[in-house]
């Protein structure tokens, strides 16, 4: 089982940047998704999940409006989009599945996770 992260960089404050996390090894298509990120000395803290089918999302207060997430018609890959850019947006983030058709916002409520990408919003 794997979820593999891509799309991280160097960006602009403004800028966007589009994340993916692609699924392997087991199917995802039943498992919500869901991304976070995480800066040094700081707890992983929820960003935006999406429920199996790709209809129900739920997003953080602070990304609310700016960034998106997607999942492929396929449900194997989960897209974020991020838009209007902050430097308080630099972290590495993390893409997690969960063997559940809902959402949740707690790390822990994850089974399995990406190795990370790192997303740096210079201002």
């Known amino acids: 089982v794997q979820l593999q992260a891509s799309g991280g960089g160097l960006v602009q404050a403004g800028g966007s940047l589009r994340l993916s996390c692609a699924a392997s090894g087991r199917t995802f298509s039943t498992y919500a998704m869901g991304w976070f990120r995480q800066v040094p000395g700081k707890e992983r803290e929820f960003v935006a999940a999406v429920g199996w089918n790709g209809i129900s999302t739920g997003y953080a207060d602070s990304v609310r409006g700016r960034f998106i997430i997607s999942r492929s018609s396929a449900k194997t890959t989960v897209y974020l989009q991020m838009n209007s850019l902050k430097p308080e947006d630099t972290a590495v983030y993390y893409c997690?599945?969960?063997?559940?058709?809902?959402?949740?916002?707690?790390?822990?409520?994850?089974?399995?996770w990406g190795q990370g990408t790192l997303v740096t919003v210079s201002s």
């Open positions: 997690a599945a969960r063997s559940g058709t809902g959402y949740r916002i707690k790390p822990v409520d994850y089974d399995y």
